[in-house]
């Protein structure tokens, strides 16, 4: 994924492909309340998301940040998101009036009043089940303990979609694709 992104860059956006960011904790869930809290509780870093959507074509760009701050978020937008595309998000103050200010269309949605913005039909809803499907999958690999696993499990998130998902063969026929392009005889 590395070369990959070294290559071809991580931009999400465009005239055909709308954006959606937000961001999220992924801690430890105890069961029922149960149970000793692990380190993962005092990790005060969050993902943050942001979703290409084209169609049935989803691809993420997950990285994790210290703080929520307009001067950490915005730089990650302006990395993988093309100028003029449409941006959807919630109201959350590091957003407002900069990505305008920024050449983006952004859509705002108020979540305390709806999760659908009835004036312009702009929804969440596409990163908030994206969040639910990849918490899901770090969870059952226990891919949350520390911070360096839980990088790596965003990467292995990112390289499913991105690249995975995109081989005729799927993502067991990329993956030996790129071990035979790694390690070739």
């Given at each position: 994924m590395d070369s990959f992104i070294r290559d071809k860059?991580?931009?999400v956006g465009g005239r055909t492909e709308f954006t959606v960011i937000d961001e999220s904790h992924f801690r430890h869930k105890r069961k029922y309340g149960q149970?000793?809290?692990?380190?993962?509780?005092?990790?005060k870093k969050w993902v943050f998301g942001i979703l290409?959507?084209?169609?049935?074509?989803?691809?993420?760009?997950?990285?994790?940040?210290e703080h929520r701050s307009r001067r950490a978020l915005l730089p990650l937008v302006r990395r993988h998101v093309r100028q003029g595309s449409t941006i959807i998000?919630?109201?959350?103050?590091?957003?407002?009036?900069?990505?305008?200010?920024m050449g983006y269309i952004h859509l705002t949605v108020n979540h305390s009043r709806n999760f659908v913005n009835s004036h312009t039909g702009a929804?969440?809803?596409?990163?908030?089940?994206?969040?639910?499907?990849?918490?899901?999958?770090?969870?059952?690999?226990?891919?949350?303990?520390t911070e360096s696993i839980l990088i790596e499990h965003l990467k292995?998130?990112?390289?499913?979609?991105?690249l995975g998902k995109c081989h005729r063969d799927?993502?067991?026929?990329?993956l030996l694709k790129d071990i035979r392009k790694l390690f070739s005889v």
């Amino acid at each position: 994924m590395d070369s990959f992104i070294r290559d071809k860059g991580q931009r999400v956006g465009g005239r055909t492909e709308f954006t959606v960011i937000d961001e999220s904790h992924f801690r430890h869930k105890r069961k029922y309340g149960q149970g000793r809290a692990g380190q993962t509780w005092r990790r005060k870093k969050w993902v943050f998301g942001i979703l290409g959507v084209r169609g049935q074509t989803r691809r993420p760009v997950l990285r994790l940040v210290e703080h929520r701050s307009r001067r950490a978020l915005l730089p990650l937008v302006r990395r993988h998101v093309r100028q003029g595309s449409t941006i959807i998000s919630d109201e959350w103050r590091a957003y407002r009036g900069a990505l305008s200010d920024m050449g983006y269309i952004h859509l705002t949605v108020n979540h305390s009043r709806n999760f659908v913005n009835s004036h312009t039909g702009a929804h969440t809803q596409h990163l908030e089940r994206a969040w639910s499907s990849y918490k899901g999958h770090v969870w059952r690999l226990r891919g949350n303990r520390t911070e360096s696993i839980l990088i790596e499990h965003l990467k292995l998130i990112e390289w499913t979609y991105w690249l995975g998902k995109c081989h005729r063969d799927g993502p067991l026929g990329r993956l030996l694709k790129d071990i035979r392009k790694l390690f070739s005889v």
